[in-house]
């Protein structure tokens, strides 16, 4: 017996290189145009084509489709419509007339406005008290301590010229806030 030659398939290279060799042979078979719609978004799934069941069609189209048609339709309105909207009725007499058009809702008269529930009115809500007056006697009531000082200086001729115009001022101010002790 003789031995036989090492086959090349047992070659250890050449059984780790086969699976690859598999591969790039079957990427270049694969077409060339493939490429990213929308490049930097990750592409878990397949986009869904819906479709949609029309009863008693027995056909079924996509939504693209129905959109299509739905365009077709609003461009060219007149014909389409007029067919399954409004069919004229013709009376003996051979006039032609469109049917009569029925009244939707109730056939009793409106309710009277009067009898309705009304919202409520909202209650008119007084002003709210002038706080003015607070305000003036509290004024008065730090003024008037400086005034009375100033005008004890001034008897007593310690007011320079300065001193009397701000006692001058401190007074109007006294008025103007109301102090009956004002001169």
């Known amino acids: 017996m003789t ?10 290279v050449v059984s780790r290189l086969a699976p ?5 042979a079957a990427g270049a078979c694969a ?4 490429r990213d719609d929308t490049p930097g978004r990750a592409q878990a799934f397949p986009p869904v084509y819906n479709q949609t069941v029309v009863p008693g069609g027995g056909e079924r189209r996509t939504w693209s489709q129905i959109q299509a048609e739905q365009s ?17 009725r013709r009376d ?5 007339q469109p ?20 919202p409520p009115r909202p209650i008119p809500v007084p002003p709210p008290p002038s706080s003015q007056s607070a305000t003036d006697a509290f004024k008065r009531d ?17 007011l320079d010229p300065l001193g009397q115009r701000d006692l001058m001022r401190r007074e109007n101010d006294l008025r103007q806030f109301g102090d009956p002790l004002a001169r």
């Open 3 to 12: 031995p036989h030659p090492p086959s090349f398939a047992r070659h250890p």
């Open 20 to 24: 690859l060799l598999l591969l790039l």
């Open 31 to 34: 077409p060339s145009d493939l």
């Open 72 to 88: 077709r339709a609003d461009s060219n309105p007149a014909p389409a419509r007029q067919s399954g909207d409004r069919q004229i």
């Open 92 to 96: 003996p007499d051979g006039t032609d």
């Open 99 to 118: 049917p009569p058009k029925r009244r939707r809702g109730s056939s009793s008269p409106p309710p009277d406005p009067a009898a309705l529930p009304q």
């Open 142 to 158: 730090l003024i008037r301590p400086e005034v009375d000082r100033m005008r004890t200086d001034d008897a007593m001729g310690r």
